[in-house]
């Protein structure tokens, strides 16, 4: 008996009306056309939409949204002007409130069908007191439009670059370095870099904000070290940015999507800015990885200290600790925090933020924590916490197995992925550590991004 072939029932270039009945993992709408998947951007669910089918695979298709014939009472105009094409925001379109909900329904579902943990409790998601301008990082590819220099967004899925000199959720300090930035070198005719050809100098502007201290850093990535200009550049630059501190050139040689490369020297001013988080002040030099929400990673990081539950006695392992900041609001509670972090960079960073506020109760390692932990589990460290916060891909089942060989009373694993933080709470659950809430927060509005805290308990 021959197996039977699915055809789909729409078709390139179609027009179809759909019922929309989801949100898929970036944001997109989920529509159904007689039980088969449509994927339209800036849906919402509960909508009645008219839409064009751009492409067509076998178990999926994704159309382009033409009307809304019956909107969504959480539909709201988007403020930016460039929303429709930009792909920096995906979800303008839903309103703050609807946002927050969805949020916590993507973590549900990814804990429900991934981790078939559908008994955790996942709280209300925690949201920004004012969830515009908050970005404190900006980096903006630069090009050429009819002649034209534009700095902004790549379009989605796209490199056509889409200028955004009043992007709404950058701090308004970044919106003017672009600005200042675009003015400064059409009018100096300095080349901008062909990614085609290799050719050019100008690839990227950076800008970095201290939110607490209004402290500002540029950084200009080039494709060679010379920069044509630079003193008049440097000029314009502390002329039109207030709260200017440094300015920074990175040189990347390199024909590679990768926005920096390993050549970065200051060329006016100081080679760091600094900012703080709570109590704590941390400096951030161009190359520092700092979370880019400063008000809500300060929520963030108190979660994580409420659910490591310390009363000064206990020894803390913080692995994927990056520059340190967790270790700092862990250290005040701890007896003792052991941060480890492969990059070395970061630790670099993470030993002066320590000095910096005074804390003596932290060290620091450079090394993958499947190889460190079991060194500091040999030399006698048993900790009663480890907190975890892994890239986006989450943790090897290697470094799980570690933490679970060191037999910690609590886990708190901070993530930016509920797919990934699922996967790997199912497998602390196969050896009795009970995931006993997750507190969603949202670090990053109107996008489809989520990060979680989740509290994990030996049984």
Not at 56 to 68: D, F, H, R, T
Not at 156 to 172: D, K, L, S, V, Y
Not at 220 to 243: C, D, N, Y
Not at 248 to 253: A, D
Request: proline share 5%.
């Amino acid at each position: 008996m021959s197996k039977q072939i699915l055809i789909p029932p729409v078709k390139k270039g179609g027009r179809y009306t759909l019922e929309i009945v989801g949100l898929g993992h970036s944001g997109e709408g989920v529509g159904r056309l007689a039980e088969f998947t449509v994927f339209v951007p800036q849906a919402l669910p509960g909508e009645k939409v008219q839409v064009s089918v751009m492409e067509v695979k076998k178990n999926y298709a994704k159309a382009k949204l033409l009307a809304v014939e019956k909107p969504s009472p959480f539909r709201v105009q988007p403020p930016c002007l460039v929303y429709d094409v930009c792909g920096g925001c995906q979800l303008q379109h839903l309103s703050y409130e609807g946002q927050l909900i969805y949020k916590r329904q993507s973590v549900v579902d990814a804990v429900t069908r991934i981790g078939k943990l559908p008994e955790v409790q996942v709280r209300a998601t925690l949201g920004a007191e004012c969830p515009w301008n908050y970005r404190n990082k900006m980096q903006f590819p630069v090009g050429k439009e009819n002649g034209n220099v534009v700095i902004g967004c790549f379009a989605q899925g796209t490199h056509t670059i889409i200028p955004t000199e009043t992007c709404a959720i950058q701090q308004e300090a970044n919106n003017r370095i672009v600005r200042t930035v675009r003015s400064a070198i059409d009018e100096l005719g300095i080349s901008i870099y062909n990614e085609k050809s290799g050719t050019g100098i100008m690839r990227h502007v950076v800008g970095r904000v201290g939110v607490a201290t209004g402290e500002i850093m540029v950084v200009l990535v080039t494709a060679q070290k010379h920069l044509p200009h630079k003193e008049k550049l440097i000029q314009s630059l502390r002329e039109h940015i207030p709260g200017l501190m440094s300015i920074v050139q990175n040189v990347n040689e390199k024909q590679t999507n990768v926005i920096m490369g390993d050549d970065t020297q200051t060329i006016w001013g100081q080679d760091t800015i600094t900012d703080r988080l709570g109590e704590f002040s941390f400096v951030i030099s161009a190359r520092s990885f700092f979370q880019v929400n400063t008000a809500q990673a300060e929520i963030l990081y108190n979660k994580a200290v409420e659910y490591a539950g310390l009363s000064g006695t206990e020894i803390v392992i913080d692995a994927y600790c990056g520059t340190g900041t967790i270790t700092l609001f862990l250290a005040k509670r701890a007896k003792k925090v052991y941060g480890i972090e492969v990059v070395a960079p970061a630790i670099w960073d993470a030993k002066v933020n320590t000095r910096r506020n005074d804390i003596d109760n932290t060290e620091f390692i450079v090394g993958d924590a499947v190889e460190v932990m079991p060194l500091l589990f040999k030399d006698g460290v048993r900790p009663k916490v480890i907190v975890v916060d892994p890239p986006r891909a989450g943790c090897d089942r290697t470094v799980l197995e570690t933490f679970l060989h060191m037999q910690p009373q609590r886990i708190v694993y901070v993530s930016c992925n509920p797919a990934s933080l699922a996967r790997d709470l199912a497998i602390l659950a196969e050896h009795q550590y009970i995931v006993q809430e997750i507190q969603p927060v949202d670090m990053f509005p109107h996008t489809y991004h989520v990060e979680t805290v989740a509290l994990i308990e030996r049984k």
